[in-house]
């Protein structure tokens, strides 16, 4: 049977640290399953250290074939956009498909907005690009019969019907482990669950994968072991699962495979934390089987803050088990996030005041200016009222600038355009923002991690 070529990009920004794309690895699986060749290419490997201009971007995507898929997160979309442009001018005979968390939070008006893109997938990746592809490639004009996409008919965008979300043990990345070469990667991500059983009102995972579920623990671990008997230097494996810690049962099984002795001073296991569910003795046995990484998302100093994000927890129980978090586990990160729109002077220095004695106390901190992102709590409730300021940009939406650190100007030119499809390139009204940037700023040096773990992708929308 003969194959049929599609080229895979997985677009995202280098930072500080390459991690395997877990994502794009199913979507190998699947597609090969249905017997395409997979031209696979991740962006996030090239040895940039600025953004370069879109002509030399466009030559990332030379010699794609006519069926180009491309994810990436919502930092990267108004540079993709640009890129598509130009290349859909050059070879319209291309078809271009987008996935991922940052086109399908704004999905409709993408795609009435940039007439370039041809579809959308919109969830079950893995099970609905191969459909989707597999009718591209046999000349097929009607995909209504497809679902989980948005496409056009002529000058009208359709959604196609969704179905329920597939049972995750389908998430599958072990037929492409085969010949896929792992040394560039640093971080190797295992899907242990999906969604999030909690509701930050700036995270938007919930909105993406509304359903938490675990994900069978068997399958976990081969995939686990298949990477671990390749591996030639020491790893981090980070487990992804949001309530990883708040199932004890579940967790005792993990560490007692975490703890074999082939793991042993290879692999550090890495995973995030709940500050309302820890314990020390919790923490002391991760430790004890090969954890030595764990990220923690405080985010404010303030309880009144911490309330209205619907944590269960006081700075003053976030600091007591950071520190005793320490003890035990070599690199012990607390996330905190500044510029809420209710956010007081008062509150923020509390945030910046806990930072700075967290980090004198050798804890890793991560401090963020917050980034809005489409479909938040927070983004429903004030996306209306979005200021933009080229200075005032997150980080978390800037991980690769230009050397100046400025946005280069044609993707500026859309990104002030639409805010409603670009709004993590713009910030929430947050009383004093000036001030409390130009003091965040003048801070950071001195309490921002250098750690060459690179977790800044937990809060923009990494999964």
Known sequence: MKKHPVTLVNFIFNSRTNWLPIGSLSLISSLKKRNFSVDFRDFQLLPLTSVPEIDHLCSFFRDAADILAVSCYSHALPYLLKVL?????????????????????????????????????????????????????????????IYNIAYREGDQVVFSRETPLVQNEQFSIIQALGDFNLAPYHVFPFLAATGCLFNCPFCCIPKYVP???????????EEILLVR???????????????????????????????????????????????????EKMVRDMGRNNFSIILYGVESGSDAVIRKMN??????????????????????????????????RDEFLDTLYYAIILAAQKIDIHFSLLCPLPGTALFQEYGNDLCFDESLISQLSMPLGTAEGKVIAPVLDIVKRYPDIFPTFYHYN????????????????????????????????FK
């Open 430 to 461: 947050s009383p004093d923002l000036p001030f409390k940037n130009t003091l965040a700023d003048s801070y950071k040096p001195g309490i921002q991690s250098q750690h060459s773990y690179d977790y800044e992708r937990k809060y923009e929308d």
């Open 311 to 344: 944590k269960r927890f006081t700075i003053e129980q976030a600091v007591k088990t950071v520190l005793y978090t320490r003890k035990y586990l070599e690199v012990t990160t607390a996330s905190f996030i500044y510029g809420f729109p209710y956010e007081s």
């Open 85 to 145: 442009e130009k290349i859909k001018g050059e070879s319209p005979e291309k078809k271009i498909i987008l996935g991922g968390i940052g086109p399908n939070l704004v999905a409709r008006p993408l795609m009435e907005r940039f007439p370039w893109v041809d579809f959308i997938v919109r969830r079950n990746e893995y099970e609905t690009l191969p459909l989707l592809a597999e009718a591209i490639a046999n000349g097929k004009k009607d995909f209504s019969g």
């Open 211 to 221: 359903k938490y579920e675990k994900r069978n623990l068997e399958e976990l671990k």
């Open 229 to 279: 008997n390749r591996m030639n230097a020491r790893r981090v494996f980070y487990l992804l699962d949001e309530g990883l810690v708040t199932d004890r049962d579940r967790l005792e099984d993990v560490l007692s495979f975490t703890g074999k002795p082939l793991f042993k001073d290879v692999v550090d296991f890495a995973c995030d934390g709940r500050i309302e569910f820890m314990d």
